[in-house]
């Protein structure tokens, strides 16, 4: 079974999205995302110029093979770009492979490890009574997990809290980023309060969850850490840059707050050390930018061995398809900790009709043949791509900082 065409196709329901649509000589098609927020294009060209001529003829079913071709045989290896090329290849010959045997990826990968995967949802606030109000509508909608980002006084946008009545989208459509102002200090004085009023409101139970967005120094980490202790956070996600392994070793030292971290790696190399000295408690790399559902079940099996979950990225960034993949892959790994889930508009969901679904607290990819998600063509070519960048953040005083 060979492959016989492979295609590129862009679409912006409301946001843009990448996919890889394989089709094999027996008319069997598979979807994967190569969706990369702000820099859509790079993948395309990456996608449509260097990589597609070379699957056409390629035996569907050697998935290694093929992920080993695209990965060592190019020489230049890894970055957010190649990786989320070579991640679409993997995922759409995964899609194959699964629709030709019958049956629903996570069986193909050992089968079901949990009845669900358990998910956390955002709610965000411009000031604490707006963010009790739309924590308490996430517990009403069956979530048992949120990530609580809240507004910060005398900043006028902040990374995760919608400006309106509509759900927080980063990525704003320009021809230039946008730019907010960042406050460190600032920051550090108010989070601690927001999260001993979610506690006195919600009790102990609800899972909690909060993301610093890269923005702290190591010792600014250990110190919300540390303050966040009371509060039984169930993880505290990208508290300072993730290239720097020796960074959240001394935050590791000064807090036992749970970390999180890794979305923006893309290989295995990228969080070795990471995994191997323990220095967090969740890995979240996921299919779409991490070489798909081959490499990302490499990393998970590395960080089971240092007995950390996994906690897949899942904002509106990542497509349905992609979704889909690493809710297969959660189901299936021993290691599974937290599936983030940001919800689609409906549109989005039209144009990607998909099985996985949402109900107590969980998802479950279906079980559907392969990934359960398909593409609806004439629909997503109604939407084209819309030209949107991620903001990039500066201090009160000019400085570029990291958004």
Not at 100 to 125: E, F, I, M, N
Not at 280 to 286: A, F, P
Request: glycine letters at 10%; a negative charge; charged letters at 20%.
């Amino acid at each position: 079974m060979r492959i016989e065409h492979a295609e590129v196709v862009v679409t912006s329901p409301g946001r843009n999205f990448v996919t890889l649509k394989l089709v094999t000589s027996d008319g069997v098609t598979g979807y994967g995302d190569a969706t990369l927020n702000g820099r859509e294009l790079a993948v395309v060209s990456y996608l449509r110029d260097h990589v597609a001529p070379l699957l056409i003829g390629r035996d569907a079913h050697r998935i290694e093979d093929t992920w080993q071709y695209l990965y060592r045989g190019a020489y230049w290896r890894g970055g957010p770009v190649a990786m989320t090329a070579i991640a679409a290849v993997d995922v759409a010959l995964w899609d194959i492979k699964g629709k030709v045997c019958g049956l629903p990826v996570y069986q193909l990968l050992g089968g079901a490890c949990r009845d669900g995967c358990l998910a956390y949802t955002h709610a965000s606030g411009r000031d604490l009574p707006e963010l009790l109000e739309a924590v308490a509508g996430k517990l009403a909608l069956g979530y048992r997990a949120v990530r609580a980002q809240a507004g910060v006084p005398d900043l006028g946008k902040v990374y995760g809290v919608a400006t309106g009545d509509g759900a927080y989208e980063p990525a704003g459509r320009g021809a230039r980023p946008d730019e907010e102002v960042w406050d460190s200090r600032a920051y550090l004085r108010h989070v601690p309060d927001v999260f001993a009023a979610l506690r006195e409101q919600f009790g102990p139970e609800p899972a909690l969850l909060h993301d610093v967005h890269h923005r702290l120094t190591p010792l600014q980490a250990a110190r919300l850490g540390r303050a966040l202790e009371p509060h039984d956070l169930f993880w505290l996600e990208d508290v300072t840059p993730a290239e720097d392994p020796d960074a959240l070793r001394l935050v590791r030292g000064h807090t036992v707050t749970p970390l999180a971290i890794g979305e923006v790696f893309n290989t295995i190399w990228d969080c070795r050390t990471i995994l191997q000295d323990r220095l967090v408690d969740y890995i979240r790399v996921k299919p779409s930018h991490t070489g798909g559902i081959s490499h990302v079940r490499r990393i998970l099996a590395l960080a089971e061995l240092s007995q950390i979950r996994s906690g897949c990225h899942g904002a509106t960034d990542i497509s349905p398809v992609g979704m889909a993949a690493a809710l297969h892959v959660g189901l299936a790994i021993a290691n599974f900790g937290i599936q983030e889930h940001q919800p689609h508009d409906p549109l989005v969901d039209e144009v990607f009709p998909h099985a996985y679904r949402f109900a107590d607290g969980s998802l479950h990819p279906g079980d559907e043949p392969g990934l359960g998600v398909s593409l609806d063509e004439p629909l997503a070519a109604r939407h084209p791509y819309v030209a949107a960048y991620l903001p990039v953040a500066r201090l009160v005083d000019g400085t570029l900082h990291d958004w």
